[in-house]
Every structure is written in C-alpha cells, then in structure tokens.
C-alpha cells in the first residue's frame, strides 16, 4: 500500500488528497459504487454485494494485491478507483485490472478522476506491473474521452461472462479462502 498523499492543483475552490482507502470510508465507496452501476447497464445497484465486495478487495490490499485509491475533499470522500493484479502469461508479469473509477456527480470533470488514475499507477509501477487495462461500457463516451485522454487504447478484444455453476450468491468474505482441497 502507497503510504503518500496527492494534492491537487487544480481547481482553486476544491482541495483534494488522493490517498489509500480505509475501513471507514466503506458506508460512501459503496454510494459511489451505486452511482457507477446506474450508469453502467451491465450491472445492478446492489449495496449490500458492493459491501461485500469492497470488504473482500480490502482483505487483497492487505495481502498486498489490490490497492484502492480514494480522493477526499473537505474531510468527505469524493471519488475512488480500485487495481488488482493478475498474472499475465502474454506479459510473463503481473498486470493491473483496473475497476471502480468513479467521482461524486458534482465534483466531475474538476481533475479528480486524473488524480485518482494517477494514484492508481504509481502503485503499479511500484509494484512491478506490466501493464494496466480496464473495461469501460462502449456507450460512456465521457469515460471512454477520460481514458483516451490518459493514453488507454481500445483493443480487439471483447468482454465475455458466465455465472459460475452452481453459484447464485456471491462468496461472503473469508469463504473459500485460506484452505486448498
Ligand atoms: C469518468 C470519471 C471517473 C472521470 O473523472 P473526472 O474527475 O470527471 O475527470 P477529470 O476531471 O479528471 O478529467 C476530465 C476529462 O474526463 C472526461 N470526462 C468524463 N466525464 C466527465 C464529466 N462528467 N464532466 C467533465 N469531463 C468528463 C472529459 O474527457 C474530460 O476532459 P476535458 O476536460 O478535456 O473535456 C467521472 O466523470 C465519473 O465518475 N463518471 C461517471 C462514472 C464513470 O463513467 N466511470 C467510468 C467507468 S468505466
């Protein structure tokens, strides 16, 4: 985990610390999360999974293979992004998913998300990793504009899903894990 702090420079009115996520912060990540997935149609407004979810991305944070960036403003956080590592076989090195880029609806378009992707990879380069990639739903043209801008390209892959069989919940945090049968 990034121990540093980023200040913004910009713009005047608004200060913004981009810093790494705590436990705490976890009751407004999962707003911010339910304000990402009523833009993206692929997925549903699920508080309580989101929870979940951000529960079982700070346990791979502590094991060193996620980090969640949040961006805060006058003591409220503002904005958030989450990477975690995978193994790329392609890269013969670790590379970077990057998830859950978001920033509160009225604070947009202010340089909070260019910090927060900055944070992101600072530490992917602190932590070796070859590359960063994310998906972005093809009709947010204001995210797909946000990424063009910090140099991602689209690739000719496409993104494909299946539920796992049998599984209709997702995994509570700490099932499933620690013990290899
Ligand atoms: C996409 C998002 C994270 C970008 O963060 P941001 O703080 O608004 O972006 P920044 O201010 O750092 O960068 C601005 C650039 O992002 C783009 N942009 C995206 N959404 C924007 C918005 N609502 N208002 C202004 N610019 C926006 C523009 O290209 C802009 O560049 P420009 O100033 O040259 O026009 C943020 O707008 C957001 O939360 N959007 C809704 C959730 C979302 O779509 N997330 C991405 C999922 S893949």
């Given at each position: 985990m990034l121990s540093h702090t980023q200040l913004s420079p910009a713009p005047a009115a608004v200060q913004v610390t981009v810093r790494p996520a705590r436990i705490t912060d976890l009751p407004t990540l999962v707003e911010l999360l339910c304000q990402l997935f009523s833009i993206e149609t692929d997925f549903e407004v699920r508080p309580t999974r989101h929870a979940r979810g951000l529960r079982l991305l700070l346990g791979a944070v502590r094991r060193g293979s996620?980090?969640?960036?949040?961006?805060?403003?006058?003591?409220?956080?503002?904005?958030?992004a989450t990477v975690q590592t995978v193994v790329s076989t392609a890269e013969g090195a670790p590379s970077g998913?990057?998830?859950?880029?978001?920033?509160?609806?009225?604070?947009?378009?202010?340089?909070?998300?260019?910090m927060l992707m900055a944070d992101v990879a600072h530490w992917a380069r602190a932590n070796n990793l070859a590359r960063l990639q994310l998906l972005a739903?093809?009709?947010?043209?204001?995210?797909?504009?946000?990424?063009d801008r910090l140099a991602f390209q689209p690739t000719?892959?496409?993104?494909?899903?299946?539920?796992?069989?049998?599984?209709s919940q997702p995994v509570s945090p700490g099932r499933g894990q620690g013990r290899v049968r």
């Open positions: 996620a980090y969640v960036a949040v961006a805060e403003s006058r003591g409220e956080v503002v904005g958030m998913w990057i998830e859950d880029v978001v920033v509160r609806e009225d604070l947009r378009g202010t340089g909070i998300g260019t739903d093809r009709r947010n043209r204001l995210a797909l504009a946000f990424y000719n892959m496409i993104c494909l899903r299946a539920r796992c069989p049998g599984r």
